[in-house]
């Protein structure tokens, strides 16, 4: 049947209304990180950004975040779509906020609190502001592995936490009873709370400025330029399946039984289909999460990118996922989630070590793809109070590309803009000396392009502390690709009294240090990419000069004997005879 409607019946969309509403969601979830990190309590949000700010349409879809953590992307969306469904747009009312923090709805851990605000506009209900972040405690054992959820703490259903403007009191102090330093709780609470308002505040002033129908039809017009781009980018991909495998090294209870990361991708014309159904069943312990759709997004938002901003759903409606429930990144009820980021970044990882030999000029090779972080806590010497750490966030190697290094000492990609908590800032507020925190030399995997290298720190405890680590990728290390060599895993170490230093051959560490004694960290590198020896000799000279190889590796690895105008050039030692 041909389509009669005459053009004059299309909506006329103001370009220049367009490119304002844009920019304006843009600007409005910058404030609202702006404001969280400016009047949170804890390192975690301030200095490490564990948060994702966003704002949302009256169905749930993204119109627009702020990163913080690229995982969340689908976790707020699926929060905002829990409490639409939950409550019904005729039980949301002005002033209320709305909360939960349960993690087969987030698909993280119970650390983050997610609030959202409802934005009404003539009586109804056309928009949410939200904020996920992580809280330092949220109640449960301290120290130690779970394996099930009740053991990580306290457990909010979906609650109203303002109801018509006022504050649930009863909620407020259930929440403030269950946490071991209700001071620094509140404080990220309230903090969270102003982030959402500056959002609502964008919001109103947005539709005032244009009206609900200029606006609605602006988003309309920005998600669709956002699916065009997309469908774009993967008509450039060959049509095909390509699957690939790679593993975890274990669960935490199941010591040295590997877990499985296995992903299968088909491309065909403008849409991609990443299927997920062979990963590995949810695991006894802590590393479960309802990420997996997140993970596929993030791949396919880095393979597809093209305008950044605004990150909204309109991305990824050429992209499809198949995951069936029951898997370590779609757990199901009573599975512990408390370590979850750790293997959705090695899923990420693995969809581009399946499609590397498709599109290789687009994906990177394995990264060090974990948090290399320590929960490190005690009492403090000088107040008598409990203090909490999530010591190290260290940074680590990234893949090497087809044309270019990895980049060195960077946070893993679930974790995009996170950063390190700054050594001042740790001795400071913590009963710790860092001893140094530097680059890892020979961590990188060689190649034509070599991966990015890992870091090394070592922390003094300078009172009693209790130390536990979660790291994974310490045996399955980052793969190289295109003949590149796989770089150096991830290690953990502790340090006696004495100065004798004692490696873990996991990283699943848990013991007490003493005063003097320390804890070290080692983040993994990237892996290469392309033959070594094909690498440029100055390049090998230039890492040379920089410590980031030794000389061994140098001329056993890349094929590079110095020469001794070179030598003398670098500052080293005679060559032995």
């Not at 105008?565 to 080293?572: G, I, M, N, V, W």
Request: aromatic share 6%; proline share 4%; glycine share 10%.
């Amino acid at each position: 049947m041909t389509n009669t409607r005459k053009k004059t019946s299309a909506p006329r969309i103001d370009p220049v209304a367009v490119e304002l509403i844009r920019n304006s969601l843009v600007a409005a979830t910058e404030e609202m990180k702006s404001v969280l990190m400016r009047t949170s309590y804890n390192m975690i949000i301030y200095e490490a950004l564990d948060f994702t700010v966003g704002l949302f349409d009256r169905q749930g879809q993204t119109l627009s975040i702020g990163l913080g953590l690229p995982m969340f992307i689908r976790g707020m969306s699926d929060v905002v779509k829990a409490k639409l469904n939950h409550w019904g747009e005729a039980d949301i009312h002005p002033g209320d906020i709305l909360l939960t923090n349960d993690a087969y709805t987030t698909g993280a851990h119970l650390n983050h609190l997610t609030f959202s605000i409802p934005v009404f506009h003539q009586g109804k209900i056309v928009a949410f502001s939200t904020c996920m972040a992580h809280w330092q405690d949220i109640g449960g054992v301290l120290n130690g592995v779970t394996t099930d959820i009740y053991a990580e703490g306290l457990q909010i259903p979906l609650v109203k936490y303002h109801q018509r403007g006022e504050v649930n009191e009863e909620i407020k102090e259930l929440i403030l009873m269950n946490v071991r330093r209700r001071d620094r709780a509140a404080g990220d609470l309230e903090a969270q709370l102003s982030a959402c308002r500056v959002g609502v505040k964008h919001l109103e002033e947005m539709l005032q400025r244009f009206g609900e129908k200029t606006w609605q039809s602006s988003l309309e017009a920005i998600m669709d330029h956002t699916e065009a781009e997309a469908r774009a980018m993967v008509k450039k991909i060959p049509d095909g399946t390509y699957e690939a495998e790679s593993f975890m090294d274990d669960d935490a209870v199941d010591l040295d039984q590997p877990v499985p990361i296995r992903v299968k991708v088909t491309v065909k014309n403008d849409e991609m289909t990443v299927d997920l159904s062979r990963m590995s069943p949810q695991v006894k312990g802590f590393f479960n999460s309802g990420a997996g759709v997140a993970c596929a997004q993030v791949a396919f938002k880095c393979l597809t990118l093209a305008t950044d901003q605004p990150i909204n759903d309109g991305n990824f409606r050429p992209l499809k996922v198949i995951l069936p429930p029951g898997t370590v990144v779609s757990a199901q009820h009573p599975a512990p989630m408390r370590v979850w980021m750790t293997y959705p970044m090695t899923v990420v990882d693995t969809i581009f070590k399946a499609l590397a030999k498709a599109i290789p000029e687009s994906v990177i090779a394995g990264h060090h793809a974990d948090l290399v972080i320590a929960n490190v806590n005690g009492i403090h010497p000088k107040d008598g109070k409990l203090w909490i750490y999530l010591g190290g966030l260290i940074g680590g190697g990234w893949g090497a590309k087809y044309n270019e290094d990895g980049v060195n000492v960077t946070v893993c990609m679930n974790d995009g803009d996170t950063h390190n908590g700054p050594s001042e800032q740790v001795e400071n507020k913590f009963p710790l000396l860092v001893q140094y925190y530097r680059l890892r030399e020979d961590s990188a995997g060689a190649g034509q392009f070599r991966g990015g290298l890992g870091a090394e720190a070592e922390v003094t405890a300078l009172s009693k502390v209790n130390y536990q680590t979660r790291i994974d990728r310490v045996n399955n290390t980052p793969w190289g690709l295109n003949q590149g060599h796989a770089a150096k895993g991830n290690q953990v170490g502790m340090r006696h009294k004495d100065g004798t230093l004692k490696l873990f051959n996991t990283g699943k560490v848990n013991m007490r240090l003493n005063e003097g004694e320390s804890y070290v960290l080692y983040s993994g590198g990237g892996g290469g990419f392309g033959a070594p020896k094909k690498r440029d000799r100055q390049a090998v000279l230039r890492d040379l000069r920089l410590g980031y190889v030794s000389e061994a590796v140098a001329r056993e690895t890349y094929g590079v004997k110095l020469t001794a105008k070179e030598r003398q050039a670098l500052r080293l030692p005679a060559a032995l005879a």
